[in-house]
RNA sequence: GGAGGGGUGCCGGAGUGGUUAAUCGGAGCAGACUGUAAAUCUGCCGCUCGGAAGGGCUACGCAGGUUCGAACCCUGCCCUCUCCA
């Protein structure tokens, strides 16, 4: 089998936008040309199934690679997700049930199948080889390797020296991530920068036992919703590729003005001249950042859902958060209105608020209406079929639970 | 094996006997404003009772102790870091 013949200008374009560096790059030019389908590796922990935008960007380059013919390997880490990516201050992780892991891949696989085409994708898990392993032949992987070069990576040294634990079991996070190189014969890996290590270290342990190692193709960090740190769910500032379109919609608009183009060159597939005009607009304040970033929304919902879904996401952020009215759709929720009411029992019974005194906040806060009037006090009068509304876009239809006994 | 640090709320990090539900920063939430769920400003930010004023309970690694009173002092334990061997 041979992948598609294309010219060095495509090469060019496939190894410059979404990219960051890559080692070696004569070497991965010249593998291109070749003609030659390539093993793209790809890792993930299942422990966290989730994909977000950040993620989305070396898939999309994934995706790229596939269309013009080349194989993408996805690597279930069912062992190396025991022992939890070092890069955080985590420490190892309880074990995962052989059943959580494979709902968690399950789950991963939904989302990364968004992206990335099935048809040109092997899935393998890593217990295939490590499901093998015994102490020999971790002490084996293990002598390969010495201390010193694994404090080499950055985020074991700034632990280190800032006097932070780190387990020995974290030390061989990388040592695995590597023989999952070996054993799949990848050609390229696929990561985020801050992998870098990792995946140097995949080149190295190759090349000890006798493989051609692998080129690596790092992907710049995706900047979270904040604007400041890289997008991750523990930071919570993240974008879900399974959220809803409305979800996603909104998110996007609320990342700050500064790093819109980012996210348009990083996740969007919008030409590369359009987004040349976008900066020439912003640079000289001809254009309102928000319209761009509507623009922005809806290629992104466009992407993970579909076009009409960016539509009704658009329309909802105008209705909800534009015009401050209630959305088409709202959520039911059952609650006895008849004994003696009380607002704040009803708030927590339905999630709007945390506790009773988190209720009373919000209450004194003026954040509560019903059915567009602004709640003073506690008790009061409930209709069925009201709408309550909590800060700027948290709702509930309210039905009395008698009516429907 | 020895010596010396450290463990505080979602996170970072003050506080070394009472006025500490615990300074401050970040996150989060709310209101105002706006061009948006950007930015900015203001307020809130353990649970619970109360319309409010105010009250009760729980909390500073764990378990005890001293004291009218402990995050703060003492004892033991657990976790962790550094240095020496």
């Known amino acids: ?75 279930v880490g069912d062992w ?45 898990w890593q217990s295939e080889w490590f499901g093998n392993f015994n102490l020999a032949d971790v002490i084996k992987l293990t002598s390969k ?11 074991f040294s700034k632990r280190y020296n ?44 190759q090349t000890m036992l006798g493989q051609r190692p692998q080129q690596v193709l790092m992907v710049p960090l995706l900047v979270g919703t904040d604007g400041v ?32 183009m980012n996210y348009f060159e990083l996740i969007t597939c919008v030409s590369d001249q359009e987004l040349d005009e976008f900066r020439q607009l912003l640079d000289k304040n001809a254009v309102n950042p928000m319209e761009l970033k509507k623009r922005l929304g809806r290629e992104i919902v466009t992407k993970l859902h579909d076009a009409k879904s960016a539509i009704t996401a658009e329309e909802h952020f105008a209705k909800v958060v534009q015009n401050k009215e209630i959305p088409n759709e709202i959520e039911e929720c059952f609650f006895n209105l008849d004994s003696s009411m009380d607002l ?21 806060q003026g954040a509560v209406s019903i059915d567009g009037s602004v709640v003073v006090c506690n008790s009061m009068k409930l209709e069925s079929g009201c709408v309550i509304k909590v800060g700027k876009r948290r709702f509930a239809k309210i039905i009395n639970s008698d009516i429907i006994k």
């Open 162 to 205: 800032a006097n932070q634990p780190i387990t020995i079991t974290e030390f061989l996070y990388p040592l695995l991530q590597a023989y999952d190189s070996v054993a799949i014969k990848a050609d390229v890996e696929f990561g985020g920068t801050d992998q870098k290590f990792n995946l140097l270290v995949g080149r190295e342990l």
């Open 80 to 124: 190396t997700a025991q022992i939890g990516d070092p890069s955080g201050a985590s420490v190892t992780r309880p074990m995962l049930s052989a059943e959580h892991v494979k709902t968690n891949a399950k789950t991963y696989m939904e989302q990364f199948f968004k992206i990335v085409d099935k048809e040109k994708t092997e899935v393998r």
């Open 145 to 155: 390797f010495t201390i010193a070069q694994i404090l080499a990576r950055d985020d």
């Open 229 to 260: 740190h890289k997008m991750s769910k523990s930071l919570g500032n993240y974008i879900g590729v399974a959220e809803s379109p409305e979800n996603i919609f909104g998110k996007v608009m609320s990342i700050p003005d500064g790093i819109i």
């Open 1 to 75: 089998m041979e992948t598609n013949k294309f010219s060095n200008q495509d090469i060019n374009r496939l190894l410059k936008r979404g990219v960051c560096e890559v080692i070696v790059k004569e070497e991965l030019v010249t593998a291109l040309k070749s003609g030659k389908v390539l093993r793209l590796k790809e890792g993930f922990d299942p422990s966290f199934p989730d994909i977000h935008l950040g993620h989305m960007v070396g898939l999309k380059k994934l995706r790229e690679f596939q269309d013009i013919g080349h194989q993408v390997v996805l690597i």
């Open 344 to 364: 704040k029992e009803l708030l927590t019974s339905i999630n709007l608020a945390k506790s009773r005194s988190d209720a009373g906040r919000l209450i004194s």
